[in-house]
C-alpha cells in the first residue's frame, strides 16, 4: 500500500477556486467517504485549511488511486475534472510522505512558520479516526507528520520565520487608521484564526477589541479571554453600532456567503463620515463583500493582498533548520516503515526454523524411546535451539538494516522468502495488532480553518 496525496492550494490555484473548494466539517466528511469508495483507495483523510484542500489516500495503484481521489475531488468542488487538472498536484510515496511533513511543520503555508496547520491536522486525523477512513498505513503517518511538526517549532526558530496573517493584513494599521492603542477594534468570529487575531491585536496594543460571533458562549469566552466586550452577529442593530464604531475590523468566521455584506459597510462608512477604516478578511469564503473596497477610506485586505505581501519574506536560519529536521525524519519514517515490512519474513523465517526443529526432536524421541531420559532430552532441546538461534541472528539482523537502510532493500526479504519457501500470508506481528486496534481518543484541542 502506498501514500498518494492530491490536492490544490495557494501556490497553484486562484483565490476564487480555492474559495469555492472550502468544506466544512461536513463536507470534509463527505469528501472522505467518497474517496473511502474508490475501487483502488483503502484509507483517507482530508486536510482542509483556509488555503488548500489536500487529499491523503493509502492506494493499491498510483494511477487508479489518481482517478478515484480526482474524480470525488472535482464532483465535490463542482468543477469539471479537466478543468481543474492544471490545478491540481500530485505526490505519491516518499515525497508524499514529505509533502505532509512540510504541510504540518507551516512550511508549505501561506503563512510559512505558523502552527495552526498542526492543529488542523490533527483534527483531520481525529475525523478519520471516528469515521474509520484511516488505517495501519495513514494513522501512523500523520501521528509521525504531528510529531514532527512540534519537533520543528520546538527545536527551531521557525515561530519567528515568517509574518502571521494578522501581523500582515496590519501592517498598514499606522498608516491608515493611526496609532494602534487608540483604535477601536471589531474581531467578527471566535474561531482558532479569530482567537488568533484578539490575541495578536491586544499584544500588539490594541486596547479596544469587540467580539462578534454566532453564538454568545464564545464571544463572550474570547472577549473575556482578550479583556474587551462581545455581541452576537444575530443582533443586526448591535452589529451595525459596532461596524461603524470600529476603525478596524477583522472578520474571520467560515461562513457560507458574505458576513459583511456592502451596504452594511455604505452605511457604517457613512455613520463614520468617511473616516479612514482598516478591514482585514482572513474568511475562505470570503466574509466581506469585495465593494466595500469602493467606499472611501475603507482600505480592504483580503487573503490574496497578504498572499502576494507574505511572498519572498520567510527567511532565516529557523526554515533551513525545519527543512533539515523534515529530512531526517522522512528519512527515519521511510527506514521505519522499509524495516517493518520485512518483519513478516523475519516472523515466518524463525517460525519455519521452530517447524524443523521441533520435527527433528519428534524423529529422536521415537528413535530413542524410553532410552531418551527427560534431563538429556532437555539438554539435546536446549542446543539445538541455541545453534538454529545463533545461526538466524546474523541473517535476520542483516534483513532488517539491509531494507531500512539499501536502496531495493525490500528485495532482501524477498530472497529470503524465495530460499526458504516461506509463505508470510497470514502472518501477524505486534505492530499489526496494535495498528488495527481502536484509536485513543484524541485530547488535544484542534484548531479552526
Not at 444575530?234 to 451596504?263: F, H, I, N, Q
Not at 485586505?301 to 519572498?312: I, K, Q, S, T
Amino acid at each position: 500500500m502506498s501514500v498518494l496525496v492530491m490536492g490544490l492550494s495557494h501556490h497553484t490555484a486562484p483565490l476564487d477556486l480555492i474559495e469555492r473548494a472550502a468544506l466544512d466539517a461536513h463536507g470534509t466528511r463527505e469528501l472522505s467517504r467518497t474517496v473511502a469508495a474508490g475501487e483502488y483507495v483503502h484509507e483517507t483523510v482530508v486536510l482542509a485549511t483556509c488555503n488548500r484542500l489536500e487529499v491523503y489516500a493509502a492506494v493499491s495503484t498510483f494511477h487508479g488511486g489518481v482517478a478515484d481521489v480526482g474524480s470525488a475531488l472535482a464532483d465535490r468542488i463542482g468543477v469539471p475534472l479537466e478543468d481543474l487538472t492544471e490545478h491540481l498536484y500530485v505526490h505519491y510515496a516518499d515525497r508524499a510522505v514529505q509533502h505532509l511533513f512540510e504541510v504540518a511543520c507551516g512550511l508549505d503555508s501561506m503563512a510559512v512558520g505558523e502552527s495552526q496547520v498542526l492543529g488542523q491536522v490533527r483534527a483531520a486525523l481525529r475525523r478519520g479516526q471516528e469515521d474509520g477512513t484511516v488505517g495501519r498505513t495513514l494513522d501512523p503517518l500523520l501521528q509521525h507528520s504531528l510529531r514532527v511538526g512540534k519537533r520543528a517549532h520546538t527545536e527551531t526558530g521557525l515561530d519567528h520565520a515568517g509574518h502571521s496573517l494578522v501581523e500582515a493584513g496590519l501592517a498598514d494599521v499606522e498608516q491608515v487608521v493611526g496609532p494602534l492603542e487608540q483604535a477601536r477594534t471589531l474581531v467578527v468570529g471566535a474561531g482558532a484564526m479569530s482567537a488568533l487575531a484578539a490575541t495578536t491585536l491586544q499584544r500588539m496594543g490594541a486596547t479596544s477589541v469587540t467580539i462578534a460571533n454566532r453564538t454568545a458562549a464564545r464571544a463572550a469566552r474570547l472577549a473575556e479571554a482578550v479583556g474587551g466586550d462581545w455581541l452576537t452577529l444575530e443582533d443586526a442593530d448591535a452589529l451595525a453600532d459596532a461596524v461603524a464604531d470600529a476603525d478596524v475590523v477583522l472578520s474571520c468566521t467560515g461562513a457560507v456567503g458574505y458576513v459583511l455584506t456592502e451596504a452594511l459597510l455604505r452605511e457604517a462608512n457613512r455613520r463614520r463620515g468617511g473616516a479612514p477604516q482598516l478591514v482585514l478578511d482572513l474568511g475562505l469564503p470570503r466574509d466581506v463583500d469585495p465593494g466595500a473596497a469602493r467606499l472611501p477610506g475603507v482600505r480592504l485586505v483580503a487573503l490574496r493582498d497578504l498572499g502576494e505581501r507574505l511572498a519572498g519574506t520567510a527567511t532565516g536560519d529557523g526554515i533551513e533548520a525545519a527543512r533539515a529536521i523534515v529530512a531526517q525524519e522522512v528519512d527515519a519514517y521511510l527506514a521505519e516503515q522499509r524495516a517493518a515490512e520485512v518483519t513478516p519474513t523475519v516472523v515466518a523465517l524463525r517460525g519455519f526454523a521452530r517447524e524443523v526443529v521441533g520435527a527433528e526432536l519428534d524423529r529422536l524421541r521415537q528413535r530413542l524411546g524410553d532410552d531418551l531420559d527427560p534431563q538429556t532430552e532437555a539438554e539435546v532441546a536446549q542446543t539445538v535451539n541455541r545453534v538454529v538461534d545463533k545461526l538466524l541472528h546474523t541473517p535476520t539482523v542483516q534483513v532488517k538494516r539491509l531494507a531500512a537502510t539499501e536502496p531495493g532493500g525490500a528485495s532482501y526479504a524477498a530472497a529470503l522468502r524465495e530460499l526458504f519457501g516461506l509463505d508470510i500470508s497470514g502472518v501477524a506481528t505486534v505492530s499489526d495488532v496494535l495498528r488495527s486496534a481502536p484509536p485513543a481518543p484524541a485530547t488535544t484541542r484542534e484548531g479552526d480553518a
